[in-house]
T-cell receptor, first 116, second 114 residues
C-alpha cells in the first residue's frame, strides 16, 4: 500500500487564488512527521513546512499552511494568494517513528501551474 | 558554501561507462543523503551518511552503485557499468543531524545514459 498518496498529478490555478494540494498518509506509528517540499524547474528541493504528529496546531509559514487532519490521515498544503513563482512540483513526505529516523517516504508529487 | 553543491549538473554517458557524481554539503552538516528521482516520480532513497557512523546503504539498487564520504564532508556517488535505467536526476541533501526538521537539497545531477 502507498504510504504517501498525492491524488492530483497536476493542477492549474488562477493567480491570486488559494490552492490546496492534497496529501494522505498511512502509518501505524504514533510519532511521525510530515513535510512539504517545492521543486521548481531548476531542480532543487525547497523545504516549505513541517508538521509533527503531536503538534496540536496546524503549521504555518508565511503563505503556506498545513491542514493537518490526524483522524483522516491527511496533511494538505494550502497556499494562500498564489503567485506565478509558485508554479512547481510539490512533494509531500513522511518520516515515520521518532525524529531521529532519517528516512523520508515521498509521494509522487503534484505539478502546480499558476495562470496569469 | 552557502548551500549544497552538486557537480556536474548534467552528465551524458555511454552505456557501460562508469560515472562519478559529487556532492558538497553545507559546512557543519553531519548528515548527508543521496536520492534518485526518475522522470515524474518522487524521490527514491539511496544512501545515508551520519558523521563517522557506518552508512546506511539499504537503498542502493545494485552493487554497481557505491558511495563514499571523505572526511565527513564531500561525498561521491559512483555508478559502474551504467545502464539506461540509471538515467535519472540524482539529488544530494544534507542536514545538521538526522531529519528532525528539514534537509537542504542541491540542484541535482541529471544523468542520461545513451
Amino acid at each position: 500500500a502507498q504510504k504517501i498518496t498525492q491524488t492530483q498529478p497536476g493542477m492549474f490555478v488562477q493567480e491570486k487564488e488559494a490552492v490546496t494540494l492534497d496529501c494522505t498518509y498511512d502509518t501505524s506509528d504514533q510519532s511521525y512527521g510530515l513535510f512539504w517540499y517545492k521543486q521548481p524547474s531548476s531542480g532543487e528541493m525547497i523545504f516549505l513546512i513541517y508538521q509533527g504528529s503531536y503538534d496540536e496546531q496546524n503549521a504555518t509559514e508565511g503563505r503556506y499552511s498545513l491542514n493537518f487532519q490526524k483522524a483522516r490521515k491527511s496533511a494538505n498544503l494550502v497556499i494562500s494568494a498564489s503567485q506565478l513563482g509558485d508554479s512547481a512540483m510539490y512533494f509531500c513526505a513522511m518520516r515515520e517513528g521518532s525524529w531521529s529516523n532519517y528516512q523520508l517516504i515521498w509521494g509522487a508529487g503534484t505539478k502546480l501551474i499558476i495562470k496569469p | 558554501g552557502a548551500g549544497v553543491s552538486q557537480s556536474p549538473s548534467n552528465k551524458v554517458t555511454e552505456k557501460g561507462k562508469d560515472v562519478e557524481l559529487r556532492c558538497d554539503p553545507i559546512s557543519g552538516h553531519t548528515a548527508l543523503y543521496w536520492y534518485r528521482q526518475s522522470l515524474g516520480q518522487g524521490l527514491e532513497f539511496l544512501i545515508y551518511f551520519q558523521g563517522n557512523s557506518a552508512p546506511d546503504k539499504s537503498g542502493l539498487p545494485s552493487d554497481r552503485f557505491s558511495a563514499e564520504r571523505t572526511g565527513g564532508s564531500v561525498s561521491t556517488l559512483t555508478i559502474q557499468r551504467t545502464q539506461q535505467e540509471d538515467s535519472a536526476v540524482y539529488l544530494c541533501a544534507s542536514s545538521p543531524w538526522g531529519l528532525n526538521t528539514e534537509a537542504f537539497f542541491g540542484q541535482g545531477t541529471r544523468l542520461t545514459v545513451v
